[in-house]
């Protein structure tokens, strides 16, 4: 199976910029859609944003125009670049993959940032 790995987190203050990256370790072929979610304290994981087969972008609200999805023109790379973070921002990032074979996801990463 595949097994995707997350990078990039880390701790910052308000209003820095972080990139998240999510590579798949192995070639994973037929892929719809490439998301990432968050889990803050108290809350339940939510969608931030996914990009899906070719152009389609979607966000959550409180991306606010802050953030960007993107994915590697080669391999199973998608991104995250996270701008003007807030201090509500901070929680588990986690990247997802989904095809017909069902869905993938990576362990989670850290993001912290404070005020």
């Not at 790995?5 to 037929?30: N, T």
């Not at 990432?36 to 991306?63: C, H, M």
Request: charge should be positive; proline fraction near 3%.
């Amino acid at each position: 199976q595949g097994q995707l790995v997350e990078s990039g987190g880390g701790s910052v203050e308000a209003g820095e910029s972080l990139r998240l990256s999510c590579a798949a370790s192995r070639s994973i072929s037929g892929i719809n859609n490439m998301a990432w979610f968050r889990q803050t304290p108290g809350k339940q994981r939510e969608l931030v944003a996914l990009i899906g087969s070719g152009t389609r972008l979607n966000y959550a609200d409180f991306v606010e125009g802050r953030f960007t999805i993107s994915r590697a023109r080669v391999g199973n790379t998608v991104y995250l670049q996270m701008n003007n973070l807030k201090p509500e921002d901070t929680g588990v990032y986690y990247c997802r993959l989904t095809g017909p074979w069902g869905d993938y996801w990576g362990q989670g990463i850290q993001v912290t940032v404070s005020s």
